[in-house]
């Protein structure tokens, strides 16, 4: 049977995601597996890797990248759940609350609730952020592969060790990265596959979040499990 589409290089970039989804390969497997030239396997899963449909593992062999596992849980699946579990945690910590997810060069507010009263941090459902500041962003990039991290790295307001120190430790701040006079901690939540798909969020002003308090921290990251299982589900 011809499975041609009559578009070659779709073809071509079909068979090189239907390859990786065994797991992960070297450049030669993959052309191997592909039967297509080992320069234009190259070329293409380069580019691939841009845009972040292939990644790289620590062995440096290709892998299926994070954005399908974007693309393979719709927003609106989970965003009802999203909204309750932000509310819970606004509630709780008296802070505001959100949950971005990433989309392409910028982060997204797909859940937001603010207190009633003080301070308020307002980011309304829709609104698209910089990748390059803020604990939401340090989550979103924590995971990702070196490459992908050093692409926005450049001109962010964290660094690597700073991405470290998340992974370590399991969630986020920032100080008047995003606007002054503002902080925010956030912490990862993650597809059953164990990718990051989105950033649970609170932000307020820099006093006090800018020295958490254990409860504050625990309710955030309860809610990221709670968003988790709604995912799950």
């Known amino acids: ?48 890797e841009h845009h972040r449909l292939v990644g790289r593992t620590d062995a440096a062999q290709f892998r299926l990248g994070p954005r399908l596992a974007e693309w393979s849980i719709p927003a609106t699946s989970w965003v009802s759940a999203a909204s309750t579990i932000a509310r819970e945690l606004r509630d709780a910590t008296g802070v505001s609350a959100q949950v971005y997810r990433r989309a392409g060069d910028a982060r997204v507010c797909v859940a937001a609730a603010e207190p009633a009263r ?44 700073d991405l470290a120190r998340v992974r370590k430790r399991g969630w986020a701040q920032s100080v008047a990265q995003r606007e002054p006079g503002v902080a925010s901690l956030a912490a990862p939540v993650r597809d059953t596959a164990g990718a990051v798909v989105a950033a649970m969020s609170i932000s307020g002003p820099v006093d006090p979040l800018a020295r958490p308090t254990k409860a504050q921290i625990a309710h955030l990251l309860a809610a990221a499990r709670q968003l988790e299982s709604a995912i799950a589900h």
């Open 1 to 48: 049977m011809d499975n041609s589409s009559g578009v070659g290089v779709v073809d071509k970039v079909v068979a090189l995601l239907d390859a990786l989804s065994i797991g992960p390969l070297t450049l030669q497997e993959l052309a191997d597996a592909t039967g297509l030239p080992r320069p234009t396997t190259h070329r293409l899963a380069v580019a691939l």
């Open 118 to 161: 003080g301070l308020r941090d307002t980011v309304p459902v829709g609104a698209l952020l910089t990748m390059r500041a803020g604990s939401a962003a340090q989550v979103l990039l924590a995971w990702e592969q070196p490459a992908e991290q050093a692409q926005v790295l450049d001109g962010a307001s964290f660094t690597p060790a």
